[in-house]
Nanobody, 125 residues
Framework: QVQLVESGGGLVQPGGSLRLSCAVS????????IAWFRQAPGKEREEVSC????????YVADVVKGRFTISRDNAKNTVYLQMNSLKHEDTAVYYC??????????????????WGQGTQVTVSS
């Protein structure tokens, strides 16, 4: 059974940091893209970062560039999103997702067909 499970969310003050984890089971990451999305109340879901597991190449959306970093640990089948200098506007539910349908898929994937349940990040003083 394919599963993506996010963890690491919580309440943090502005300027603080959090590290989100996306633990993958049911398949190995080896040649997949893993992306982080977020959705704030009343807003559309947006992709914030994506990493190609095969070579570690990645991108980060301009809105979080310089503050968020994506990484992976293949041995642990886990992808991380390090979030620093958090702002109120980073408050959202964060999801990780992957594309298991498209052969040779790379970031940005044409579709994301497996999603985690999400983890809440709240930035508030």
């Amino acid at each position: 059974q394919v599963q993506l499970v996010e963890s690491g969310g919580g309440l943090v003050q502005p300027g603080g940091s959090l590290r989100l984890s996306c633990a993958v089971s049911g398949f190995t990451l080896d040649y997949l893209p893993i992306a982080w999305f977020r959705q704030a109340p009343g807003k559309e879901r947006e992709e914030v970062s994506c990493i190609n597991i095969s070579d570690g190449s990645n991108y980060v959306a301009d809105v979080v560039k310089g503050r968020f970093t994506i990484s992976r640990d293949n041995a642990k089948n886990t992808v991380y999103l390090q979030m620093n200098s958090l702002k109120h506007e980073d408050t959202a539910v964060y999801y990780c997702a992957t594309d298991l349908t498209t052969y040779g898929s790379r970031c940005p994937a044409p579709e994301y067909d497996y999603w985690g349940q999400g983890t809440q990040v709240t930035v508030s003083s």
